[in-house]
């Protein structure tokens, strides 16, 4: 029996705790949360982040993304990126720093992942 809770979620208007080694939270709303998504193939997230915060670069094998920045910078670089190129080899290059904490690998993997750039 279909009731009115298959369609309503009530936790995307609060915020994810961000104190992780990435800095952000994901809060997922897909078919397990929200059982009216059943058979439609869409889900949907929101994404909290610290300063300094990332989301750790990642695929959707089955699905598309759309991305809604409502404050701060979404991107640099819009378009078809390849992923390897524009991660270890950016010119500008993405602080090691960052890159170190988005994959949780010592820093010296990070070195020498951009050195074959």
Do not use: C, W
């Amino acid at each position: 029996m279909v009731t009115a809770d298959d369609f309503f979620f009530s936790g995307l208007n609060k915020a994810g705790n961000t104190s992780n080694p990435v800095g952000s939270k994901v809060t997922p709303v897909n078919v397990n949360q929200l059982a009216g998504l059943n058979t439609l193939g869409i889900s949907l997230v929101r994404i909290d982040y610290a300063p300094y915060g990332l989301n750790p670069p990642h695929t959707h094998p089955r699905a598309t993304e759309v991305l809604v920045v409502v404050q701060g910078l979404s991107s640099q670089n819009p378009g078809v990126i390849t992923i390897a190129n524009a991660v270890f080899g950016s010119n500008p290059s993405i602080s090691s720093v960052v890159l170190t904490k988005a994959f949780q690998v010592n820093k010296n993997v990070i070195k020498h992942l951009q050195g074959q750039f």
